[in-house]
């Protein structure tokens, strides 16, 4: 028996990493394996120094019978979930049946793609017994999918990493829901090298995503608000500006967006576009920082957890919740990109979390020992619960 983490695409999200880093760590590394969509990335960024890694999608060993119905499911039915979880129905098909299928994306349920996930955890508990969800947020008018409904009874335990989250399941009469903090408060940092125009705690980090400036119908305003932002803190105030990425995937890279602002601003000597590596030393950087702004919700999390005072450019229940969990409200500390109207919006914000900085402080000195404490206990509950007997080095899959 053993811990199986799933539904992980890769850890040029350093958001995945830092959840694989944390949830292995939060169930025990030498009791935990990792199924990865990019083993490649696990070893760039020393994960497979920490627990065993395995590819969670093959060609071989897939039916020609389960191929042809796949098809069939496609050009008859039009549903694509079916040919969408064939490559992962391998690996799946060679854990032991008394293995833990630990679902570690918490994100999954935010994106339209979220039946296929639904359609993968159906086909495993044909091979396996116990199933949890770890550190999920699910939009609480999704649950009126009763597809979706049925699949969540279905695992054995759900955490949420979130209250608007963790209201709705229990209101929907999910009672093997139980609330926990995202487990990425508890990452450690790494000190790493800071670029040389950052200046420690007087420095503002700013991160922004591909798949923000996606979803807003107006990208250039999304751009024009940052420029306004930096130029207002080159322009009044004596700290620099670091650009910090939090994903480095070929077709959703921060560092496209982030570069792009860098060279507008470089001449003047006082900003930094920070290199891509592992997400504690992401986090190190982030914590010399002396306020942030990040759309990639680890990035933020990163912030908070080392009392940074933050916005957040949230997009989804997400940020809402956590931000809410964290200061009772999520007004001011989180801007959707659906209320980014003006040229101003983003600065109007940032100078509010600057104005506020103290008190802000104080929360998060207050409340993240609380997150981390929970997290620790969370996972003792697991490891509890399910008896670990088998070391993952005599397994393979």
Sequence with gaps: MRFVLYNHVGSANHGCEALVRTVSHMLGE???????DAPDEEKEYGITDIIDVFPSESEKGISPMDRLYSYFKLKVEKNYFYMD????????????????????????????????????HKYALKRIKHSILIGCSIEPELLEDDALLEDLRSFELISAREHITFDALKNNGLNNAIYCPDSAFCLPVCKTDLPSAFITGNTVGINISPLFLKKSKDPALILDNLRTTVSYVLNHTTASVAFIPHVAWKNNDDREPLKKLYNEYRSGGRVCLVEDQ?????????????FFIGARTHATIAAYSTGVPTL??????????????????EENFVLPYQDISSQTAILDKYRWITENAQSIKAVLSAKIPVFQQKIIETGNLLKRKYVVSESIKSNKI
């Design 30 to 36: 030498e009791n935990t394996v990792l199924l990865s």
């Design 85 to 120: 979880i064939l490559p992962f129905k391998p690996a799946i098909d060679k854990l032991n049946p008394d293995d833990i299928l630990v679902s570690i994306g918490g994100d999954i349920f935010c994106y339209e793609n979220y039946p296929k996930y639904n359609l993968l």
């Design 278 to 290: 592992d997400a504690r030393k992401l986090k190190w950087i982030i914590s010399q920082c002396s």
């Design 312 to 329: 957040a450019l949230g997009y989804s229940v997400k940020s809402r919740g956590i931000a809410r969990d964290l200061f009772g409200t």
